[in-house]
């Protein structure tokens, strides 16, 4: 034992030793909720802008069932259900995120500027119609 466990553990201060440190980094495993349908990887925070709400009124989503996130977390996702994707990424971190969801990715964008263009939101709300069936099906 070393000086200062000694000191330590004659003033009875309890040492604490971290079993999994790793957590601690990043390194863990995020767990996504059954009732997440809709999962957004997106850098910036726009959950309240108005077009991300009339994303959720379109899909008929309630706050519980989307899970926003930044591209380092969905990296750590791990899940045993089907949500969608929708990957609001630069190239490099979105072709990584893709390539691990391939089978979950509905709809990329480069940035959330893009979105404020009239054919990309065109093309977005064109290809929503897809899904909205999707999730009427598996509405709980």
């Not at 863990?28 to 959950?47: F, M, P, S, T, Y």
């Not at 379109?58 to 949500?83: G, I, V």
């Not at 709300?125 to 909205?132: R, S």
Request: some cysteine; glycine content about 2%; charged content about 20%.
């Amino acid at each position: 034992m070393n000086r200062r466990d000694l000191l330590l553990n004659e003033m009875n201060i309890t040492q604490w030793v971290l079993t999994k440190p790793q957590v601690l980094k990043g390194d863990a495993q995020i767990r996504l909720d059954k009732a997440v349908k809709l999962v957004v990887v997106c850098e910036e925070n726009h959950q309240t802008s108005g077009l991300f709400l009339d994303v959720l009124r379109t899909l008929q989503l309630q706050p519980s069932q989307y899970q926003w996130l930044d591209a380092e977390q969905a990296l750590r996702l791990s899940f045993e259900h089907q949500p969608i994707f929708w990957l609001i990424q630069a190239e490099p971190q979105a072709l990584e995120i893709a390539k691990k969801f391939a089978d979950q990715t509905a709809w990329q964008h480069t940035s959330w500027q893009d979105l404020t263009q009239v054919e990309t939101k065109r093309q977005l709300w064109q290809q929503m119609a897809i899904f909205c069936q999707h999730f009427e099906d598996n509405h709980d």
